[in-house]
Every structure is written in structure tokens, then in C-alpha cells.
């Protein structure tokens, strides 16, 4: 999974981007790489794998992880060459979801590049260029199509749609709440790779005074709250600030850290619970002597394509899984005794996997 943070200048984005990519590098010990100064890879907090390593006493642990991208320079015009340009707009292309950031503290020391606190117009400067940016798409790919359309149905069905996306866009809407008449509409819009049809977590960045009530009480995220209810997004309340204190501590330092703020968990949990609930994710596990590790999928994923997740042998030959729950796994203390209990389950094809699922695949090479 690849979230790309975007937001205005100034609003603590990479105070946020550092202090998430930090956290994440120091909580659970993983190997962290940095490809490129922009982009951070995120383990997922699991607490199951620490309690299934210590069962099958594996040699390593392998977390899901979530790569973040730090998108900076969207500027107001940048679609039209302000900041740094369009170029950057085509990394936000690759991401599956874009978590924007919009400042919601009062300080007197920060400048804001339009002179005052206002997430609701910062969110719309930022849709606008993103807007802008879909609508050049569009234009490209009808120019592209050229007279074919003329004589070819699926390419003139194709035009259609792509005319009535552009409308909706010229009208200042999101592509994503385009309203498809079928779901082969919805697959053609969504292979055109529009940024303002990617789903949306809201990041509201709040001072520490209001951290405690999860920024109820602060107006700005109040509005916030109200316009991601009206436009299918999620929205977490964090202190970047706060976030970038937090990544300096270790696991029981931020606990009590945590605790003194009133707080049951980090901006980084918060985070990542909000994608996993936005994008429609779970996570199935696999445990051995070798290795603990986590699986993202899809919630609805069928046990071959989740075993395809592994390797593509695995999807093809699958012929079984053995699937226990872990905390089935972790009560019984063995997988011989999940087994004995009946607890381990052998599910074909057609099963859907579950959140939490400790599974074994079995396949034909
Ligand atoms: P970016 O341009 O969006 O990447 O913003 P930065 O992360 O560089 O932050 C801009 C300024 O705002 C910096 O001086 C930060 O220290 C400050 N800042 C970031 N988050 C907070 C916050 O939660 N509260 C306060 N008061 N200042 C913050």
C-alpha cells in the first residue's frame, strides 16, 4: 500500500512525514530503507506477530508495511506550472490513497500562504490544482483517440464517458463521486488513474491543547469532519508536532508519553487504522520457525488470490488452506493442539478470508 501526503506549504507535512516515517523505523525494529529522501516505508503495527513468533519461535518477523510519499510543492497553480510544477502531480499517481494535510492549529509563528487558518479553502486550493490536473488527462487521452471514434463504438462509448467526466470535473466536482451508470463505466473511469478519484484521509493538524477531546471542540476540525462525511473520506486528528516528540521515544517511554496526553494510541495508528478501514484492508498471517509475517488483502479476498499475495505458484496450484484464527492458535499454545481441538479448518477455493487468520497454504508446484 502507497499513501501520498499532500497538502499546502506550511501546514506540517513534513513534520508529520518525518515523524511517521521515524516512528515506524524505531517501533518495530525494521530493516527501514530509504529508496529516496520522499518516500518512508512504515511497518504496520501488529501485535499479533510478537505473540505468534514467540509460539512457533521464528527467526525473523516480517510486518505489512505501507510506503508513504512525501508530495510536496502543490501550490496553488501548480497544475499550471507554479511551485514545482506538474511533474510532481505524477507521483500522486501511483498512490492508492493521498492523506491530506490541512492545518487546523493557530499559531502566530506559522505563516500561512493565504494569511489565515481556513481548512475548508485549503482543502479546495488543493482540489482545484488536483482537479485541474485530471482535467488535462482527460484532454489528452480524447486527443489521443482522434477521429477513431468516429467509426469505432467502444472508442466512441469510451469518448462519451470520457466528455461527461470532464463536464463533471469543469464543474469543480471529484471524479470520484462521478456517478457510473454500470460497473463496466466504473472500471473504464477508474483505469484513467485520476487523482480526485483516490480515496482521501484527511490529516487534521491540530495544537496540543487539543489533542485530548480528538479536536471536538476545535472548530476547523469540526468542519473538516463535516465535509469528509459528505465526500466518502476519513479524517484523523493528530499534532505533528506532538508526532515528531513521539518518534524520539521507545515503545514504553511512548506509552507513558501517550498516557500523559490522555491518548490510547499514536498519529501512526491512527493513521494506518483509518487507511486500512478507507481501502477495504485486512491482514491474514503466516507463522513458522523461519519466519512470522503479515499479508495485506482486500476484505472479500478468496484464499487462492490472498495465497497469490505469497506467490503466484501458490495461486495457481492451490489446492487447500489450513486456516486457524490466531487467537484460537495462541489459546490452544500449539498448532497440534488448534488441531486436536478442531479448530484448524481446511477451506478451499471459495473461502474468504478473515482479519486475524493464521493460514497455511497447501498447492501443487
Ligand atoms: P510543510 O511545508 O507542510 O511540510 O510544513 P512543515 O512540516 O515544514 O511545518 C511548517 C511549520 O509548522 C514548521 O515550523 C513546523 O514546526 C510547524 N508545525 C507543524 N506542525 C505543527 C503543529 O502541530 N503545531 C504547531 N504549532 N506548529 C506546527
Known sequence: ?????????????????????????????????????????????????????????????????????????????????????????????????????????????????????????????????????????????????????????????????????????????????????????????????LLTWKPVIFAANVGEDDLADDGASNPHVQAVRKFASENDSEVFVVCAQIEEEISELDDDEKKMFLDDLGLKESGLDKLIAASYRLLGLISYLTAGEKETRAWTIKVGTKAPQAAGKIHTDFERGFIKAEVVNYKDLLDCGSYNGAKEKGLVRMEGKDYVMKDGDVVLFRFNV
Do not use: W
Open 1 to 193: 500500500m502507497k499513501l501520498g501526503i499532500v497538502g499546502l506549504p506550511n501546514v506540517g507535512k513534513s513534520t508529520l512525514f518525518n515523524s511517521l516515517t521515524k516512528a515506524g523505523a524505531e517501533s518495530a525494529n525494521y530493516p527501514f530503507c530509504t529508496i529516496d529522501p520522499n518516500v518512508g516505508v512504515v511497518p504496520v503495527p501488529d501485535f499479533r506477530l510478537k505473540l505468534l513468533s514467540d509460539l512457533y519461535n521464528s527467526e525473523k518477523i516480517t510486518p505489512a508495511v505501507i510506503e508513504f510519499v512525501d508530495i510536496a510543492g502543490l501550490v496553488k497553480g501548480a497544475s499550471k506550472g507554479e511551485g514545482l510544477g506538474n511533474q510532481f502531480l505524477a507521483n500522486i499517481r501511483e498512490v492508492d490513497a493521498i492523506v491530506h494535510v490541512v492545518r487546523c492549529f493557530e499559531d502566530p509563528n506559522v505563516i500561512h500562504v493565504d494569511g489565515s487558518v481556513d481548512p475548508l479553502r485549503d482543502i479546495e486550493t488543493i482540489n482545484l490544482e488536483l482537479i485541474f490536473s485530471d482535467i488535462e488527462v482527460i484532454d489528452r487521452r480524447i486527443a489521443k483517440m482522434g477521429k477513431g471514434a468516429a467509426s469505432n463504438k467502444a472508442l466512441a462509448k469510451e469518448l462519451n464517458i470520457l466528455k461527461a467526466v470532464k463536464e463533471h470535473l469543469e464543474n469543480g466536482n471529484l471524479a470520484k463521486s462521478f456517478e457510473c451508470e454500470d460497473d463496466e463505466e466504473q472500471a473504464f473511469v477508474a483505469s484513467l488513474d
